[in-house]
């Protein structure tokens, strides 16, 4: 199920990452995107909109108290927010290039294995 996955910008300044509902009333399981200043520059979090208190996302965000809507921001974003919400690691075609050396790349003589 494609899920349109959406970033705004909330009326308290929170930047949140969520599932648009289809009649767009709501945003369903927010998640909260936090910026870390570091010595190589800035660092993003996906934290679920209710931590400390809860650790999954879930809930539901009302879309009257967004106050701006991305229109663009990265799909990396999208990706790492279905990971955290659905506790699943996503892959891109490209990933799977590797496959065949991650399995012990082109078959084996199992005559080895074999008892004699």
């Not at 993003?44 to 208190?53: K, N």
């Not at 009257?64 to 663009?72: G, M, P």
């Amino acid at each position: 199920m494609a899920y349109d996955i959406r970033l705004v910008k909330l009326i308290t300044g929170d930047l949140v990452l969520g599932k648009w509902s289809q009649d767009g009333g709501k945003i369903e399981d927010p998640a909260q995107l936090q910026t870390i200043p570091t010595q190589q520059g800035v660092q993003m979090v996906l934290l679920p909109f209710g931590y400390p208190f809860e650790t999954d996302m879930t809930g539901s965000i009302d879309t009257r108290h967004v106050l701006y809507e991305y229109k663009k921001f990265p799909e990396e974003l999208k990706t790492k927010y279905m990971e955290a919400s659905s506790n699943l690691t996503l892959s891109t075609p490209g990933d799977l290039r590797n496959l065949q050396g991650m399995m012990g790349g082109a078959g084996g003589d199992i005559s080895n294995l074999l008892k004699k």
